[in-house]
């Protein structure tokens, strides 16, 4: 039997392809699919969505209810999470209420989270609040974890706090909420405040999960921490990064210096984010390949905004695509852009 005859193994191999990051084999398996049903429409819908390919996404949705096949409660989390990812505001307000008197799909708390999401990223954080405090279902830690992220990329203390202290009581052993509020407070240069998130982190026993990145080359796995000196080819690899910051100047790249959270003088921040991991495996990516080849990332965290413009311009002066996989998204560099828009 051919796999375009089996509608389980046809969506699992879409599923697959867009997990690892080959969005377009995923839909030229999608197309040749014989047979398409509710979970192939949304499994497509979906990967483009975490691709940032928020237009393509909506294609396909609009396609499905032309071709007669309802969409369902999953269908529009990956509606939502694709709007959320590109900043569809109007977009995504417009199917959270068709949803149900349409096609009698009750909002969950996976939609309302995705629509906290959305109003937070676009900066309406009052709004994204006003949405929670009027939900029929009890927010929990992915909802108000949603308005925390949105506070520390438009840099609201307030509600960050606010967020926060329901974090801390829903889920007390993820430091990671300690983490993000201290990183508002250290944007707001509050550096009283952030020293007692640390201690306040410490007496209960949290220890910040340590960002690292993967590249796999040639059938092995190579992890890459922060300043890593642990990998054996590491002294090429920061004679490659020193040479390769260099161009990047010339380019006009200064380190955004925003992204490193110590109360430190620039000088110092430049140096700590010049060996953020993401770079270090990008560099290895591209020194142990051939010219051309697509260099692939998986980052356990999201990624900083320096290594964001750093790859990038990387992308551009030595001609790769180089596709990242961070906690939150899929980011396909190339020719100096970001498939994100610089939105995530």
């Known amino acids: 039997m051919d796999l375009e005859d089996n509608v389980f193994v046809g969506t699992s191999v879409v599923d697959m392809y867009c997990k690892c990051g080959r969005v377009e084999l995923a839909r030229k398996g999608f197309d040749c699919m014989k047979e398409k049903n509710v979970k192939s429409w949304t499994a497509m819908v979906a990967g ?18 032309r071709s007669g096949v309802k969409p369902n409660y999953i269908t529009f989390v990956s509606v939502l999470a694709a709007c959320s ?41 009052n709004e994204a609040y006003g949405l929670i405090k009027e939900m029929k ?24 706090e606010i967020s926060a202290r329901k ?8 430091c990671g909420y300690y983490v993000l509020l201290s990183n508002i407070y250290a944007d707001a240069g509050r550096w009283d405040d952030v020293e007692r998130m640390r201690i306040l982190m410490k007496n209960h026993g949290l220890l910040k999960t340590p960002g690292y990145s993967i ?75 051939v010219p051309g080849a697509t ?3 998986i980052k356990n965290l999201r990624i900083c905004g320096d290594c964001h413009d750093v790859i990038k311009l990387i992308s551009k002066v030595e001609n790769r ?19 994100c828009g610089d939105y995530w």
């Open 85 to 125: 990812h590109a900043g569809l505001l109007e977009e995504g307000w417009h199917w959270f209420n068709r949803m149900n008197r349409e096609f009698n799909v009750e909002p969950g708390i996976e939609h309302y989270s995705c629509m906290v999401d959305l109003l937070g990223r676009a900066g309406y954080l």
């Open 295 to 297: 260099i692939q990332i």
């Open 215 to 289: 590249v796999e080359l040639k059938g092995r796995i190579h992890i890459f921490l922060v300043g890593d000196k642990e990998h054996p080819q590491h002294a090429k690899i920061y004679e490659y990064l020193d040479k390769l910051n260099v161009k990047l100047q010339e380019l006009g790249y200064t380190p955004n210096v925003a992204s490193v959270l110590h109360d430190i003088d620039d000088e110092e921040k430049g140096m700590v984010l010049r060996v953020h991991s993401e770079k270090l495996a990008v560099s290895f990516g591209i020194m142990n390949s």
């Open 48 to 65: 483009y969505g975490m691709h940032g390919r928020a237009k393509d996404a909506m294609e396909v949705f609009y396609k499905m209810i």
């Open 167 to 174: 974090l801390f009581e829903l889920d007390p052993s993820n």
């Open 321 to 339: 695509k180089i596709v990242v996989r961070d906690s939150k998204r899929f980011h396909h560099f190339k020719d100096g852009f970001c498939s």
């Open 137 to 160: 279902v009890r927010p929990d830690f992915i909802i108000w974890g949603s308005l925390l992220g949105a506070c520390r990329i438009h840099k609201n203390v307030e509600l960050g």
